[in-house]
């Protein structure tokens, strides 16, 4: 259920018939939802590879963007986007407060991470969000079911600078990008005071579409660990899509011809990406604190 939907929906559960009128509605929007989330995702809405807490999320679809969020965790699993050349930069202000996701029983406040040492780590990010998908994908961003707990160097730098090369580069070199992100946990994570679950890795994984007829997708994945200095090459977190799976617990791109998908969930390719050319460039907000390595 998006924004839009549950807004609607609330209003009505005041009286037994506004209840009951909420019900109906909420099972036209589900099936609504079912057919819009395909437009969301590229090969499949991603989905657990077992029934556990990752298969009981809740699927939110947001302007420009759409997600699992777990109530267990406090977090989100996944979260995918698609990204496109940003030709007119927008330089829309960012918001001073991160707002609570009143679809969510969690209820995940701003101030749950105020004092914890972590940073709020957006997962689908506000730089191509807001310049691709506008204001109210800004705002969306800032729900803070699109947030998860990560370190100030991992967040603030390296992180950063993957966010600014899928955008800067990878977007206006290949045209469509989608992407999936989220965070990794430990068998017993550790939690904020508020219960928020604290991850121990990040992952990204990219899938570029086939840009002929003769060409097949193209796919990259990393993982990235909490602990970083931020200025390491982004290359040296390169993985498989394979790898991301397995800890996750998600499988992705499930819509592809089953021996492709395992031919290119398999595969490390960072030529096709131009990696190499983009791996140590600088974030664009600690440009001067960077010690580049070669």
């Keep these: 259920m998006n924004q839009q939907q549950f807004d609607i929906i609330k209003p009505l559960l005041k009286t ?54 777990s109530e267990l965790h406090k977090n989100p699993l996944w979260v995918t986007y698609h990204l496109e050349p ?64 990560q370190t100030p160097n991992l967040n603030q730098k390296l992180w950063q600078r993957l966010e600014e090369v899928e955008a800067n580069y990878f977007a206006t070199w290949f045209k469509s990008v989608w992407v999936i992100t989220g965070p990794i946990f430990d068998k017993s994570p550790k939690t904020l005071k508020s219960g928020v679950k604290i991850p121990s890795a990040f992952y990204k994984v990219y899938a570029m579409p086939a840009q002929s007829k003769q060409d097949t997708p193209k796919m990259l994945a990393f993982i990235m660990p909490q602990k970083v200095k931020g200025n390491e090459r982004l290359d040296k977190f390169v993985v498989s899509v394979d790898e991301v799976e397995t800890k996750t617990g998600l499988d992705f791109f499930h819509k592809l011809d089953d021996k492709l998908e395992n031919s ?15 791996a140590n460039i600088p974030g664009r907000y600690a440009k001067s604190k960077y010690q580049h390595k070669k």
Aim: net charge positive; charged share 20%.
């Design 16 to 69: 037994k018939a506004g209840i009951l009128l909420a019900c109906i509605l909420g099972v036209v929007f589900y099936i609504q939802e079912l057919f819009v989330r395909d437009n969301y995702t590229y090969q499949g809405v991603p989905k657990s590879q077992h029934w556990d807490s990752i298969a009981l999320a809740r699927v939110f679809r947001n302007q420009g963007f759409m997600l699992a969020y």
């Design 86 to 149: 940003i030709t007119n930069k927008k330089y829309l202000k960012r918001p001073s407060h991160f707002r609570i996701d009143n679809r969510s029983i969690a209820r995940v406040s701003h101030d749950d991470y105020t004092g914890s040492g972590y940073d709020r780590g957006h997962m689908a990010p506000n730089y191509a969000i807001s310049n691709l998908y506008g204001k109210t994908g800004q705002r969306d961003s800032f729900l803070m079911s699109n947030i998860t707990p």
């Design 264 to 278: 290119l969930e398999a595969k490390i390719d960072t030529k096709s990406w131009r990696l190499s050319e983009v």
